[in-house]
């Protein structure tokens, strides 16, 4: 009874939201380790965000065996993006140097401390943190960024830091649209509860 869903962005072939997603370049690579427990979440903001980066890419699970290797051996200054005492101010890696590869884990704060959990070399990397007080745009559930925002957001965030201020806001065009869609939807079911079932059934 699903029903057929865009195999880009994974929402509704009604509710595509390809068009309003752009295609950026960034010096930063960007890696996202998304938690399976997010993957049906309608709001996959991080989904969003790997298809917007040319450098950006998105993957999916709770132990990622082959990252020991490929930081080992990559070009890329890796870092996670997560906050706490020892996480420095990400502008502080905004000048010069190697290219930054910046990990970003997605979940709800639980499941992105279990992802580093199971994966020491993530764990044992620098971390660095955004700016405090930055809130979203949306109020989303827990999320493991500081000032909860959701992970699209804090990607913007970070590589505008790095890259230019306004350089990735394009980004936040389908996130804006998905929580509109979210709000009419959600209007559309207080309508149904107060005029008395389900219009279409
Ligand atoms: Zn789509």
Same mark, same amino acid.
Not at 31 to 45: D, G, K, M, R
Not at 126 to 149: I, N
Not at 162 to 167: C, M, N, S, V
């Given at each position: ?5 865009? $195999? ?8 595509? #939201? ?6 950026? &370049? $960034? ?5 996202? /380790? ?8 309608? /709001? %996959?903001?991080?989904?969003?965000? !790997?298809?917007?980066?040319? %450098? ?7 132990? *990622?065996?082959?990252? &020991? ?12 993006? *997560? @906050?706490?005492?020892?996480?420095? @101010? ?16 997605? !979940? ?10 199971? %994966?020491? @070399? #993530? ?12 809130? $979203? ?22 590589? %505008?830091?790095?890259? !230019?201020?306004?350089? *990735? ?5 389908? *996130?804006?649209?998905?929580?509109? +869609?979210?709000?009419?939807?959600? +209007? ?14």
């Amino acid at each position: 009874m699903s029903r057929p869903c865009c $195999s880009r962005c994974a929402r509704p072939l009604s509710h595509c #939201l390809c068009a309003l997603v752009p295609r950026l &370049a $960034s010096r930063t690579r960007v890696l996202i /380790l998304q938690h399976p427990a997010e993957v049906s979440h309608a /709001l %996959n903001t991080a989904r969003l965000a !790997g298809l917007a980066l040319s %450098n950006g890419e998105l993957r999916v699970g709770e132990t *990622f065996s082959e990252l &020991a290797a490929e930081l080992a051996h990559g070009t890329w200054r890796s870092c996670l993006l *997560f @906050p706490g005492a020892e996480a420095m @101010p990400l502008a502080e890696l905004a000048q010069g140097g190697p290219p930054l590869q910046l990990i970003v884990p997605d !979940g709800t704060w639980r499941k992105a401390r279990r992802i580093l959990h199971l %994966n020491p @070399p #993530l764990a044992a990397l620098p971390r660095v943190a955004l700016p405090e007080g930055l809130s $979203s745009r949306y109020r989303l559930r827990k999320a493991p960024m500081a000032g909860a925002l959701s992970t699209l957001e804090a990607i913007v965030c970070a590589l %505008n830091i790095l890259e !230019g201020a306004g350089r *990735f806001d394009a980004m936040l065009r389908p *996130f804006e649209a998905l929580i509109e +869609g979210q709000i009419a939807a959600m +209007g559309e079911a207080v309508y149904r509860r107060n005029h008395g079932g389900d219009p279409a059934g």
